[in-house]
């Protein structure tokens, strides 16, 4: 159940990422600064890898030899480190409100901990 729910949340979020990409290319590129649209990329290229980590994980879902717990709170992490923040960079990027700056870190200790889980899973492999 839940390798079907990463594999779907995945190529959602990684739709989302190259629309993203294109949007910022093309939409963005003379509404924007400099600053904005590097700050809106970042969010993609975030988003994008971790939304191929998240296929990583369903792979990895398919093997039971390794911890499915751990396996499955690293693909929560993701999923909650790209909403948290991919998330909030494109806000950043769009409203140009500084304090969503603060909570990007959360979203990428939300990636630290989904790799922490996956290393641990690996370690814990017989």
């Known amino acids: 159940m839940m390798t079907r729910f990463f594999i779907a949340i995945a190529a959602i979020l990684a739709g989302i ?11 963005l ?3 924007l600064s400099e600053s904005a649209i590097k700050i809106f990329e970042t969010a ?9 980590a998240l296929l990583m994980v369903a ?7 390794i911890s ?5 709170a690293a693909g929560s992490a993701f999923i909650m480190g ?9 806000a950043l990027s769009l409203t140009g409100f ?6 990007t870190p959360l979203g990428g200790v939300a990636f630290l901990i989904g790799w922490g889980c996956l290393a641990v899973a690996a370690l814990g492999l017989k």
């Open 17 to 27: 990422s190259v629309a993203g990409g294109a949007f910022a290319s093309h939409a």
């Open 29 to 31: 590129k003379n509404q």
């Open 44 to 52: 993609v290229r975030y988003e994008m890898y971790h939304s191929l």
């Open 59 to 65: 792979l990895l879902l398919t093997q039971t030899e």
């Open 68 to 72: 499915q717990t751990l396996v499955t």
């Open 82 to 90: 790209i909403a948290i923040f991919s998330g909030s960079l494109y």
């Open 98 to 103: 500084k304090w969503l700056g603060a909570i």
